[in-house]
Structure formats: C-alpha cells, structure tokens
C-alpha cells in the first residue's frame, strides 16, 4: 500500500507537467508525466481532479481525497 498526501494532491494541482499523475512506482506515490508511466500505476490524473473539484482544492478536499487514493492503493 502506498500512502498518497494532501501534499500530493496539492503536488498534482500546481504541477507543470504536461499531464501530470499520481502513479505508485515500486510502493511510492508519485507525480510523473503520464507518458512516462504505465497506465495500471496511475491513481489520478490532473484532469481527474480539475472534473471532481474543479481549478482550485481546498486543504480539506486535499486530505479527503488522498486518504480515498490510499484507500484505493490498499491489496484487495
């Protein structure tokens, strides 16, 4: 299981990459490029987030949203 931050939210949201992801990469999370990483690493994408909260993230969305990305990272 990865642990994905509100920092890493935060990360995704101002990031300048093209199209900026969190993927898990050997147990981390991570922000890439998504064309740098396969596609069963990504978590979430730039775009995932602008369609769920919009241009702006508020801190408390940011811990929301990454306790649910850890949660999803989690062996079923």
Excluded: C, K, N
Aim: negative net charge; proline residues 3%; hydrophobic residues 45%.
């Amino acid at each position: 299981m990865a642990t994905i931050t509100a920092d890493d939210v935060r990360g995704l949201a101002r990031s300048e990459l093209m199209e900026p992801v969190i993927a898990v990469v050997g147990g981390d999370a991570l922000i890439m490029d998504a064309e740098e990483v396969d596609f069963e690493d990504v978590i979430y994408t730039r775009e995932m987030l602008v369609a769920d909260f919009g241009e702006d993230i508020t801190d408390s969305e940011a811990d929301i949203l990454a306790a649910g990305l850890t949660a999803q990272t989690s062996p079923t």
